[in-house]
């Protein structure tokens, strides 16, 4: 029970989707209340964003938490915030694991030896929010060191009751220039995506999943199908849905027949949805959160996951 | 004189030596007289730890500074820190600049688009320590997600007058098992160095170098030399030398005839000298600092660079 992939299943199945809302805040997109804190808050430029992507980041959380399973902040936004967005993101993970909700820490991590051991414990507090100085129950990890990096990150998994989500195929343009090299008739996605369904098996115990993911992207839907086959019991992570271009048919095939095994991730078009029709229109009469709200439900509909 | 290569350049054949010392704090391997203060600092065992690190480091520092050219904070250990960590890990930074040396961030991010572009910008000082949060001259970074992730940091880079190192072939034992797959006759190695030839040659202006490195280990002199001619206007930091296996004489190919073109790391055999012989003796006799100092010599000495 204290896995990572019973805690991630239970959760989408109390919650009945496997919609994870993505936790990117850009100064350039707030809405307009923020102004205030990014102009007027004490500190400099850096504090006063990192200041001003907690209380947004909290809000967000505050709004969507009946509605999703999972949240995964971006770690790159907090981290162009210096030392302040560190506390700033530690303290949104912190609240997001105080509203029942499963955290993934998107830093996309990845050394050698110790030094990779390093990133397990600072990021991996798995089933103890206290274990690690970031409360995350997940990491995203980066696959390029090779396999040997990669299984200091299992083992603190496994020791933490935490979980990975390796780089196998990601959501952007240029994804193919290395991952799509063939070698030995696979693609270097292949490679990468057999090693983690490898690395996953001694993660498994008695569940369908194990703790050891892939993120594989939505605007890759023959590759999903393919490297789906490649990694039966990996849970997946879904970037590259809605803003992206992929839809919601180019991902549910890599869903399991009880609607699990896969969590879509969705960011920009659910936290900045009072930009953009048909919210906008919610935000104009009713306020940001109530735009949030309704972008938030509608994605989760969008991936229903039945009850236990 | 602004740009990356002539910054870095100018101060290798300042100090003679292509030597860098690698900061990669441990609690473990830390002298004694810091037990105090992992003991007895205020706060948390994070911000304990932090204080430790921050004050280790700056002391390093203040021993080689007149010995090499360069320093690499390791981020890992210091995000292992929690937020304390990072305060820390900037402070470290800011006290490399004041001591003249040039700062290279080695934390391996990469990220798609805009996230990409936050990193960038999270680290990418350059020429002006104020410009980012954390003051670097240059960052590591991985390129998996594919070379259309790797330009913004590029053009963070050409902006700033910073630099990058993109890991090509890492020093670990496993490093093969995706880069040393073979596409199209070349190793995916060998197609991640070409395209860093191509992007560095971008940032190039009149001078030898460009301002886009990258990240070769001594733990593989074949690769070394091959690499070095896919990559001949790319500034090389190579790690492994010493403490993983790397000789100097396995490197010495990758130098060109003014011994420029390659930084040399070396980090637990210079940070942590008063722990192995010879040096252990002069720690026990003249203290941990001593120590430190004759092992920066001897090891600057090694990569001799002559004078411009």
New interface residues.
């Given amino acids: 029970m204290n896995d990572y992939s019973t805690r991630l299943h239970t959760a989408m199945q109390a919650k009945r989707t496997a919609a994870l809302v993505g936790l990117?805040p850009?100064e350039s997109s707030l809405p307009a209340e923020f102004a205030r804190i990014l102009q007027d808050h004490p500190g400099d430029r850096?504090e006063r964003r990192a200041r001003a992507y907690e209380e947004f980041s909290r809000r967000i959380i505050d709004v969507v938490a009946p509605f999703v399973a999972a949240v995964k902040p971006?770690i790159?936004?907090f981290?162009?915030?210096?030392?302040?967005?560190?506390?700033a993101v530690?303290n949104v993970m912190q609240h997001a694991r105080d509203a029942g909700l499963i955290v993934i820490a998107d830093a996309?991590?990845?050394?050698?030896?110790?030094?990779?051991e390093?990133?397990a414990?600072?990021w991996l507090a798995g089933s103890d929010p206290s274990a690690a100085?970031?409360p995350a129950d997940s990491l995203t990890v980066?696959?390029?060191?090779?396999?040997?990096?990669l299984t200091p990150f299992v083992d603190a998994a496994i020791q933490r009751g935490a979980g990975l989500y390796v780089?196998v195929r990601?959501?952007?343009?240029?994804?193919?220039?290395?991952?799509g090299?063939?070698?030995?008739d696979r693609a270097?996605c292949d490679?990468?995506a057999a090693?983690v369904e490898r690395l996953n098996q001694s993660t498994r115990g008695n569940g369908s999943y194990g703790s050891v993911g892939a993120v594989v992207g939505a605007t890759h839907p023959l590759e999903l199908r393919r490297l789906r086959q490649v990694m039966p019991t990996t849970p997946l992570l879904v970037p590259g849905y809605g803003a992206q271009g992929g839809t919601a048919a180019d991902i549910r095939p890599a869903f399991d027949g009880q609607g699990l095994g896969v969590l879509v991730n969705s960011s920009r078009n659910v936290i900045f949805a009072h930009l953009r029709p048909p919210y906008s229109e919610v935000a104009e009469s009713r306020g940001w959160e109530a735009a949030v709200e309704a972008a938030a439900r509608d994605f989760a509909s969008e991936f229903p996951v039945p009850a236990a």
């Fill in positions: 990117d850009r850096f971006q790159a936004f981290e162009d915030c210096g030392p302040a967005g560190m506390l530690r996309k991590r990845g050394d050698i030896g110790t030094t990779a390093a990133y414990s600072a100085p970031y980066s696959p390029y060191l090779g396999s040997d990096t780089l990601t959501s952007n343009p240029g994804s193919g220039s290395f991952q090299l063939v070698a030995n270097v490679h990468v090693e």
